[in-house]
T-cell receptor, first 114, second 113 residues
Framework: LAKTTQPISMDSYEGQEVNITCSHN???????ITWYQQFPSQGPRFIIQ???TKVTNEVASLFIPADRKSSTLSLPRVSLSDTAVYYC???????????????FGKGTKLSVIP | DSGVTQTPKHLITATGQRVTLRCSPR?????VYWYQQSLDQGLQFLIQ???????AKGNILERFSAQQFPDLHSELNLSSLELGDSALYFC????????????FGPGTRLTVL
């Protein structure tokens, strides 16, 4: 079972790029890495998912090194509205047979300062 | 609005009691996931159903059970409740059988007194 480790909190000024790293040393071959954002009293919201190298969408980039034992979520030019908790999730993302588990990190609380 | 609905929004009950939480997935989604979020444990995956069948199981206690009905809504049953079961319970849904993009509901806040 892949365990994930994230920094508990981070602070950043508005307009800066923020990089949040998640460590997942025991990631399995079939596991993908997914990041979610959560605001207080709301359900998490999908940000990005990847398997290896780099994935980019309209809100973030995800960097995964060749050994896949860690991943970095990059948020370009953060604003106050990006203040939230960011979760790293490791688990398979394919329609294979057999049961599996999903492991969420404990989350990184990002505070964006004006 | 994610399209996932959960009822009730709040639930207060006593130790030893049994409660049922309900989730309706987004239209067209076949997978339903249940999660527990407490202050000290973070977000814990409990169980997943796909098209009525159990697909994946996480750290779900034996006192807890779930099912997904033919209309794809799901219920999470919590019995012999303990103080430590107080938490936010989230339901999420996704289109496919595996861990693709999940859409989370607003959650049910359970308080056990």
């Amino acid at each position: 079972l892949a365990k994930t480790t994230q920094p508990i909190s981070m602070d950043s000024y508005e307009g800066q790029e923020v990089n949040i790293t998640c460590s997942h040393n025991n990631i399995a071959t079939n596991d993908y890495i997914t990041w979610y954002q959560q605001f207080p009293s709301q359900g998490p919201r999908f940000i990005i998912q990847g398997y290896k190298t780099k994935v980019t969408n309209e809100v973030a980039s995800l960097f995964i090194p060749a050994d896949r034992k860690s991943s970095t979520l990059s948020l370009p030019r953060v604003s106050l509205s990006d203040t939230a908790v960011y979760y790293c999730l490791v688990g398979p993302a394919y329609s294979g047979a057999g049961s599996y588990q999903l492991t969420f990190g404990k989350g990184t609380k990002l505070s964006v300062i004006p | 609005d994610s399209g996932v609905t959960q009822t009730p929004k709040h639930l207060i009950t006593a130790t030893g009691q049994r409660v049922t939480l309900r989730c309706s997935p987004r239209s067209g989604d076949l997978s339903v996931y249940w999660y527990q979020q407490s202050l000290d444990q973070g977000l814990q995956f409990l169980i997943q159903y796909y098209n009525g069948e159990e697909r994946a199981k996480g750290n779900i206690l034996e006192r807890f059970s779930a099912q997904q009905f033919p209309d794809l809504h799901s219920e999470l049953n919590l019995s012999s409740l303990e103080l430590g079961d107080s938490a936010l319970y989230f339901c999420a849904s996704s289109v496919g059988r595996a861990n693709n993009e999940q859409f989370f509901g607003p959650g049910t806040r359970l308080t056990v007194l």
